[in-house]
């Protein structure tokens, strides 16, 4: 078996109602998982023990997170946990809220880590929520394909992981710009998406529509038939560059965060999703 790199993803969903439950579950999958890493978004600094809480109880070594103000007054943002510590941790520029956007955009948290040898940046991100924020996800989207770009260039071969919940549609204007398939100011890029390289229709959906846990998120909302929803692919992880048979080729994708407790609670209204990236 080739060497790989196991990432996984999670919007783990801000709110003090059900977190306990919600951590225990997590934590129960991501020890069948057992991710090299771990990406995630809408973590709340007014609860501190929950990254610590994960991070020792799988015996993760490096914990990096980033916060932003949030329209409601707390602060809400990004985060990575790693088997081993993080020999870089860097802070990217931020896109700010624009008029008529309804929350603060979430900070983007972004760290290298070491496998057997190989330098592996990892990127978390939460881009931008709304219905009319797909302008302002598509600015982020390139300040992080900069960020990947000054890595390469620094040093070359380099390998550079993007993950998160990005509220953004497969065939949108973000994912179409980080595939290649279209120009913006006269550049373009390329980012490998995992679950279009080894991913199953059955796994596509990761933004949740079937449990108690999101329909609650949907009705403080607005939204008074949550079961009539689409369920969406809004969750990604990505390697930056022409990485297809080499280091960086995604070899394998699923979901999870599936698991509820007997009264409907899920892990989160999102899925989780993990990928393995080849190394070597």
Known sequence: MPETFRLASLNILHGEDTIDQRITLAIEELHRLQPDALLLQEVEERQPDTLRRIADALGYHGLIHNFGLHTEGFHSGTAILSRTPFDKVTELEQVGRQP?????????????????GWKINLISAHLAWGTYAETIRLRQARIIDRHARDLVEAEPGTLVLLGGDFNALPDGAVNSYLSGRSVVDGEST???????????????????????????????????????????????????????????????????????????????????????????
């Open 100 to 116: 008529g956007q309804m929350f603060n955009n979430p900070p983007i948290t972004a760290g290298t880590v070491d496998k057997l």
């Open 190 to 280: 390329l980012w490998v998406d995992a679950f279009d390289m080894a991913g199953h229709p059955s796994s596509a959906i990761t933004s949740r529509t079937d449990n108690e846990t999101a329909w609650a998120t949907a009705r403080l909302f607005g939204v008074p038939h949550p079961e009539m929803m689409p369920g969406r692919r809004i969750d990604y992880l990505k390697a930056h560059g022409y990485v297809f048979g080499r280091t960086g080729h995604p070899i394998g994708f699923g979901r999870w965060g599936t698991t509820e407790t007997e009264d409907g609670i899920g892990v989160s209204d999102h899925y989780g999703i993990w990928a393995d990236f080849l190394l070597g």
